[in-house]
């Protein structure tokens, strides 16, 4: 069994900070292509950030320079640090991962997710 839990989100206010985990377990081995996704009500899904199993890293630009990606294979657990957060990053974040993806933040591509937590960032 797969498992993706994702934690660390919360409120804040503009230009605050917050560090995201994702703790992957069962049939998620280290080396998955894994990605960060965000959904604002009444908009889609997109793509924030994902790591593919050499270690590479795609960042979208609307986060670039304020958001990181970053995982620990011992612990199997992906980050996201969000730094210098707008109120337009309110959303509900999700972690997916596979063991291989064609495109980064093509979320149909990803077998498994995580339940979300939840970012509200206030101005």
């Known amino acids: 069994q797969a498992l993706l839990v994702e934690s660390g989100g919360g409120s804040v206010q503009a230009g605050g900070s917050l560090r995201l985990s994702c703790e992957a377990s069962?049939?998620?081995?280290?080396?998955?292509?894994m990605g960060w996704f965000r959904q604002a009500p009444g908009k889609e899904r997109e793509g924030v950030a994902a790591?593919?199993?050499?270690?590479?890293?795609t960042v979208a630009d609307s986060v670039k320079g304020r958001f990181t990606i970053s995982k620990d294979n011992a612990k199997n657990t992906l980050y996201l640090q969000m730094n210098t957060l707008k109120p337009e990053d309110t959303a509900m974040y999700y972690c997916?991962?596979?063991?291989?993806?064609?495109?980064?933040?093509?979320?149909?591509?990803?077998?498994?997710w995580g339940q979300g937590t939840q970012v509200t960032v206030s101005s």
């Open positions: 069962g049939t998620i081995y280290p080396g998955y292509f």
């Open positions: 790591l593919d199993g050499g270690g590479s890293t």
């Open positions: 997916a991962a596979d063991l291989w993806v064609g495109h980064p933040f093509g979320a149909h591509e990803y077998e498994y």
